[in-house]
T-cell receptor
């Protein structure tokens, strides 16, 4: 039972345009969400997070939006750069579940010139 | 920056072998984790540890065990490797417990069981 879903396995975007990566979740107890970025042959690195008390969090070119009623979050990258080409994982957690993070299946982003 | 080091980048083992995957972190983090990454399944938690000699099962602990004798080192053990354990294994650590703590990951060990 996949509680965190990234329905697009891949996405291709031109350099300079906006990349939008989507993530849906089913567990209404999730109250904190994170995005990780993973290059080939490297471990995932933390990118940005958002608490359920917010609907938006911004860090430079990266913005995460949370729609709690739809159980949906998205990561916007503006403008997209070739170095953003990687696999992006969203992850979710709920208060009181110790150290449990539930990851999505990942979306491979390709930023083309 | 936290450095999480996994001892092997690639491993090939035979079915039935006992396999040890080693992970060391250098930032005195309390919590350490083992995940496996498979296509279409994302990262799944195998085991985690919030203190020396303490361990908790994750989502898919079957066929695995762990050891944490020292704070900086967390070992994943495959008691009798099977082909369905062929995967990318990722170790991670975090300073505090709780899902709000971003993990620092190692580069991964790609294990092939033949």
């Amino acid at each position: 039972d996949q509680q965190v879903k990234q329905n697009s396995p891949s996405l291709s975007v031109q350099e300079g345009r906006i990349s939008i990566l989507n993530c849906d979740y089913t567990n209404s107890m999730f109250d904190y969400f994170l995005w990780y970025k993973k290059y080939p042959a490297e471990g995932p690195t933390f990118l940005i997070s958002i608490s359920s008390i917010k609907d938006k969090n911004e860090d430079g070119r990266f913005t995460v939006f949370l729609n709690k009623s739809a159980k949906h979050l998205s990561l916007h990258i503006v403008p997209s750069q070739p170095g953003d080409s990687a696999v992006y994982f969203c992850a979710a957690s709920s208060t009181g579940t110790a150290s449990k993070l539930t990851f999505g299946t990942g979306t491979r982003l390709q930023v083309t010139l | 920056d936290v450095k999480v080091t996994q001892s092997s980048r690639y491993l090939v083992k035979r079915t039935g072998e006992k396999v040890f995957l080693e992970c060391v972190q250098d930032m005195d983090h309390e919590n350490m984790f083992w995940y496996r990454q498979d296509p279409g399944l994302g990262l799944r938690l195998i085991y985690f540890s919030y203190d020396v000699k303490m361990k908790e099962k994750g989502d898919i602990p079957e066929g695995y065990s762990v050891s944490r004798e020292k704070k900086e080192r967390f070992s994943l053990i495959l008691e009798s490797a099977s082909t369905n354990q062929t995967s990318m294994y990722l170790c991670a650590s975090s300073l505090l417990s709780g899902g709000r703590q971003a993990r620092s990951f190692g580069s991964g060990t790609r294990l092939t069981v033949v």
